[in-house]
Structure formats: structure tokens, C-alpha cells
């Protein structure tokens, strides 16, 4: 079964600074996979997605996200970091149901914490 | 053009009393998903409609939750009667076709006391 892992629950970055957030998943297929950020009293947003191509996807908002077969990661990054930036990020992976219709698996959701 | 709306925003609840989300989607996405986020776990799929015909309902926790879209418009999730255990965050989603294009609203927080 498909399954999404962001194995930091929380992560706390000094403004300017860099920042990678880890997502590993399981997939017997080729994956889609996304990236969503969720600001206080937002909804989701979606920041990049990865379908097929060139393995470094480029974001809004400064992210890119690097996808490798090999370890099954695709990992977030910015390489420096604003105040705005602090919100939930979720990583998350598309695949086809029994029922023939798409839907994604979440991971757990890692949240970036700004000092100054 | 209006992005994804939910309604409530908050809804507050006794065990063993009756709550009905409302979603409504962009204008023109056959596509509606429900989603679920129990606090401090992952966002979880509930199902999906493909204009007013539900596509997959796999996700849903039990025959307490019913979600309708009539007309393929707007869709409504009721929770009846709801349990302490359906406290979450609930969030839709649309897209015209596929994945690729799904937007998702800010979510109703539903708690039950």
C-alpha cells in the first residue's frame, strides 16, 4: 500500500537561513507526487508537483523539490527562508484506486517554525 | 474566479447531535473530494465525485457520515449522530479533471464535545 512519510514533525529555521523538509514514500508505481503548504485559517496550497521529467521541480514562492527514485524522497528546499514561510507542509502522493480514480495519500505534515 | 468555499468555518458540537458541512466547489470542476485531518495525524482521504455521482467512497469512516452532492454543485458531508472521534479538520477539494488541478478549500474545524 501507498504511504507518505515526513519524519519531522516540527522544524524550527532562523530567518534567512536555509531549509530542506524530508518526504519519503512507498509506491509500487511511478509516483506523482505534491507538495501543499497550509498557513493559519488557509487551505491548502499547492506548491509544486512532480509528474514525469525533470527530476528538480521549481515552486512558487522560492521552493523547489528534488525527486530520486533511488532513495524514494522528494524533499522540499528554500535557500532562505522568510517570516511568511512559517505554515504546515504537507507532503503527498497521487495514485489510482481500486475504483480507477485518483486520490492522494498525506503525509503527516511538518511544521516550520521562523525566528528572527 | 471564487476559489473553494467551506461552510462552516467552525462548528462546535455535542456528542450525539447532528452537523452538516457544506463545500462548494469552483464553478465547472466535475471533480469534488472530501478529506479528513484528525488532530496530529495525516490528511486522509474520505471520497470522490465525479459530477453528482460518488467515484469512490472507500474513506469513509462509517454509516454515520452521508455526503450528497445533488445537481453536481455543491456537496454536503452530515455526520449523524456524531461521535467524539470524528473531531477534526474537514477539507474539500475540486478539480476539472484530475489531480493535477485540484484546489482545495480552507477546511471546517469540527469539534465534538
Known amino acids: 500500500a501507498q504511504s507518505v512519510t515526513q519524519p519531522d514533525i516540527h522544524i524550527t529555521v532562523s530567518e534567512g537561513a536555509s531549509l530542506e523538509l524530508r518526504c519519503n514514500y512507498s509506491y509500487g508505481a511511478t509516483p506523482y507526487l505534491f507538495w501543499y503548504v497550509q498557513s493559519p485559517g488557509q487551505g491548502l496550497q499547492l506548491l509544486l508537483k512532480?509528474?514525469?521529467?525533470?527530476?528538480l521541480v521549481q515552486g512558487i514562492k522560492g521552493f523547489e523539490a528534488e525527486f530520486k527514485r533511488s532513495q524514494s524522497s522528494f524533499n522540499l528546499r528554500k535557500p532562505s527562508v522568510h517570516w511568511s514561510d512559517a505554515a504546515e507542509y504537507f507532503c503527498?502522493?497521487?495514485?489510482?484506486?481500486?475504483?480507477?480514480?485518483?486520490?492522494?495519500?498525506f503525509g503527516t505534515g511538518t511544521r516550520l517554525t521562523i525566528i528572527p | 474566479e471564487a476559489g473553494v468555499t467551506q461552510f462552516p468555518s467552525h462548528s462546535v458540537i455535542e456528542k450525539g447531535q447532528t452537523v452538516t458541512l457544506r463545500c462548494d466547489p469552483i464553478s465547472g470542476h466535475d471533480n469534488l473530494y472530501w478529506y479528513r485531518r484528525v488532530m496530529g495525524k495525516e490528511i486522509k482521504f474520505l471520497l470522490h465525485f465525479v459530477k453528482e455521482s460518488k467515484q469512490d467512497e472507500s474513506g469513509m469512516p462509517n454509516n454515520r457520515f452521508l455526503a450528497e452532492r445533488t445537481g453536481g454543485t455543491y456537496s454536503t458531508l452530515k455526520v449523524q449522530p456524531a461521535e467524539l472521534e470524528d473531531s477534526g479538520v474537514y477539507f474539500c477539494?475540486?478539480?476539472?479533471?484530475?489531480?493535477?488541478?485540484?484546489?482545495f478549500g480552507p477546511g471546517t474545524r469540527l469539534t465534538v464535545l
Open positions: 477539494a475540486s478539480a476539472y479533471r484530475g489531480l493535477n488541478e485540484q484546489f
Open positions: 512532480y509528474f514525469s521529467g525533470d527530476t
Open positions: 503527498a502522493v497521487a495514485f489510482i484506486s481500486n475504483f480507477g480514480n485518483e486520490k492522494l495519500t
